[in-house]
Each structure stands twice: as structure tokens, then as C-alpha cells.
């Protein structure tokens, strides 16, 4: 994958180009969640691809990135977010985040309004982590720290996907090859990457000021950011969508993509068809 430098910072991204025949296409990036890179959104760019530009971004000591010595914190990971956007002349984009990808998501709607277009929001919260939580999640980084991944890949895997798709082929599958990608990244870095998250600040009352048009979709068996979460952002985002998932856990990208797909195909057109109808007409 290419590297890009951001403030001296080495970020890995994809970027999938313009679409033939339409050169001023709009641009859709996509944030991952903890533990993932920007393949669990491989199903969504295989399709939107042919509408837009898709532009996919790993975080900080994940996926491709490699670890930095700081900046796991949320308020630097959309400092990055930024200048991906504008070092690749991006913006204003469609902004899709998962989990940790949303966290940042909602900072950078809130912030830097300017460089979006829309915001979508998949399985996250706009609270800091729950307290009951945090040990836990400390016990299970730092097992991965000294162990590496493997020996507990399913709890963990409890946390980031639902119970009906861990039971069936599909999902052992994807659970195999989440754990080998995982395995296969520093896990100093990883460790940092989980305490970026369980140390994050709530941003409720940054949410109201979101302007942009805004959707949330969450798994009807999401664990880590249940529903409650997202419907306390919808709460707080003027006019945004909920759309919830049946049979669907923290993972929706990779567990329902053809649903995810769709609602993103959906929304994403009803805001072109807005900005296009909003925008004057040359006289």
C-alpha cells in the first residue's frame, strides 16, 4: 500500500482514482475500527468504486501504518484524517467510519465541517468508553503484547463481531484472517492503539454543531458500541438517520455488506442529488 507523510508521519492509504467517465466524481473515505485496517471495507469499494473516488486510510500502529512513538489519541488520529484529505486534494468527502473510524468521524464533522460532505457513522459512540469496560480491554492488550493474538482471538473476537456470524462459515473464515492480519502487525502498536481508544473523551457536545447530512447504522448485536450509543448521536446530530441491522454485531461492514452497501449507495446518492439541486445554475 502507498505511504503518505503527514507531519513527518508515515500513513498508509488506498485510493482507488477517479471513476472511468466521471473525473469529478465525489470522494468517499473510509476509517476503520480498532483492530482492523481498511480491508474490512473491501466490499463497499468494490462497489461504490464504479460511482467515486474511494480513499481508504490506516490508522496509527494498524493495518499497513507502522507504529509511532505517540499520537494514538483520537484528537491526533483526525489530525491525520485532515491531512490525508487535503494531501490528496480530497476534500469535500464522504466521510465513513467504523468504531475508532467513527470516533474520529464525529471530531472531524464537528471541527473541520468544511472537508465533509456527509458523515456516516457504523457501530460507535460519541461517549468516552464505559468505565466496566476499560480493565478488560487493558487485560486483553496487553495479553496481545506479550502473547500476540493468537491465544485469545475468540474473546476477542466476542467483542467485535455478533454471535450469529462467528457461528457460521463465513464468519470463522473472516475470523481466521482478521487474526492473521492481526498477528502479523507490531503489537506495541497495537497495545497503543487500544489504550487511544479506551482513553478517549466524550464529544456529545461537539455533535450538535454537525451541519452535514448525517447516517448511523449499527449492528442490532453490537457489544462494544450497542444501540443506545447510537441512538444518543442521533439525539444530538440535527435531522441524522438510524438504520439498525438485524443479526448484525460491532463488524457491520464485514458481516452484512450487502446491507451495509446499500444503505451507503442510498445515502450517498440522496446527498449528491441534494448538493447537485442546491448548487446555482449557470446563466
Not at 476499560?134 to 466476542?158: D, F, K, M, Q
Not at 457536545?205 to 448511523?216: F, M
Request: contains cysteine.
Amino acid at each position: 500500500m502507498p505511504i503518505i507523510q503527514i507531519d513527518s508521519v508515515p500513513i498508509s492509504y488506498t485510493d482507488t482514482g477517479a471513476p472511468a467517465g466521471k473525473p469529478g466524481a465525489a470522494t468517499v473515505v473510509f476509517g476503520h475500527g480498532l483492530l482492523f485496517g481498511g480491508w474490512m471495507f473491501r466490499a463497499q469499494l468494490a462497489a461504490l468504486q464504479r460511482d467515486y473516488r474511494c480513499v481508504t486510510l490506516d490508522w496509527r500502529g494498524q493495518g499497513d501504518t507502522p507504529p509511532t512513538a505517540g499520537g494514538y489519541d483520537m484528537d491526533t488520529l483526525a489530525a491525520d484524517a485532515v491531512g490525508v484529505i487535503r494531501a490528496l486534494d480530497a476534500g469535500p468527502v464522504h466521510w465513513v467510519g467504523l468504531s475508532m473510524g467513527g470516533f474520529v468521524g464525529q471530531r472531524l464533522a464537528a471541527r473541520h465541517g468544511e472537508l465533509l460532505r456527509s458523515l456516516t457513522l457504523l457501530d460507535t459512540s460519541a461517549r468516552a468508553e464505559d468505565p466496566a469496560k476499560i480493565n478488560e480491554y487493558h487485560r486483553l492488550a496487553l495479553a496481545v503484547r506479550w502473547l500476540g493474538i493468537r491465544p485469545i482471538a475468540g474473546r476477542v473476537a466476542t467483542h467485535l463481531f455478533g454471535p450469529a456470524f462467528l457461528a457460521s462459515p463465513t464468519g470463522k473464515e473472516v475470523v481466521r484472517e482478521w487474526s492473521r492480519r492481526l498477528a502479523a502487525i507490531d503489537r506495541v502498536g497495537t497495545r497503543n492503539a487500544v489504550h487511544g481508544v479506551t482513553e478517549r473523551g466524550a464529544v456529545d457536545g461537539e455533535l450538535p454543531a454537525i451541519t452535514v447530512a448525517t447516517q448511523i447504522i449499527v449492528g442490532e448485536d453490537d457489544a462494544a458500541t450497542p444501540l443506545p450509543h447510537a441512538r444518543h448521536i442521533a439525539s444530538l446530530i440535527p435531522h441524522a438517520r438510524l438504520h439498525t441491522i438485524p443479526a448484525c454485531g460491532h463488524s457491520s461492514s464485514l458481516e452484512q455488506p450487502e446491507t451495509v452497501t446499500e444503505l451507503l449507495r442510498d445515502f450517498l446518492a440522496s446527498v449528491e442529488s441534494s448538493t447537485s439541486t442546491a448548487e446555482p445554475h449557470p446563466t
